[in-house]
């Protein structure tokens, strides 16, 4: 939503917004402790050189959580998708995955960059991942072929 805080990403050389939604949803499930990771799905709109960020849903009870695995199952999170792409008129749809890591840096592991590559491929669009850590964030840019495009660190402030 134009006027709220926000934070924009430069990657690639596109911008990518992440709203405050998606920002308290990240620090709310930042993995400290003995925390399992969390997961889900990233809503928004895709411009050619900007993307908006406006929902990254929540871990659902249907998802495979522990400390150091996630399986992030489709029920809830798409049934979600499907409800803002229609209250949007088709406007709001998926852009991407989101997890946590229990790290200060979080960087995604090969299992990570392969799941989203092959996600890209199926998809044959363009996605976003975000690997979530306490405070480092990384955001990768996967092209619609399932490369790895574009790679860079971001915080998510306290």
């Not at 695995?69 to 995955?97: N, P, T, V």
């Amino acid at each position: 939503m134009p006027g709220l805080p926000s934070l924009v990403v430069a990657i690639g050389g596109q911008q990518v917004r992440l709203d405050l939604s998606v920002l308290t949803t990240f620090r709310h499930f930042r993995q400290t402790g003995n925390r399992p990771e969390a997961c889900g799905i990233l809503l928004g709109l895709q411009w050619a050189d900007r993307w908006e960020i406006t929902e990254a849903t929540p871990p659902q009870l249907t998802d495979q959580r522990s400390f150091l695995y996630f399986l992030r199952e489709r029920k809830g999170h798409i049934d979600m998708a499907m409800r803002r792409w229609e209250e949007s008129q088709g406007l709001i749809g998926y852009l991407g995955e989101w997890h946590t890591h229990p790290e200060s840096r979080a960087r995604p592991s090969r299992k990570d960059i392969e799941s989203a590559a092959k996600i890209a491929r199926t998809n044959a669009s363009s996605i976003l991942s975000i690997v979530v850590g306490d405070p480092e964030c990384t955001m990768l840019m996967f092209d619609s072929f399932g490369n790895l495009s574009a790679s860079t660190p971001f915080r998510v402030l306290p």
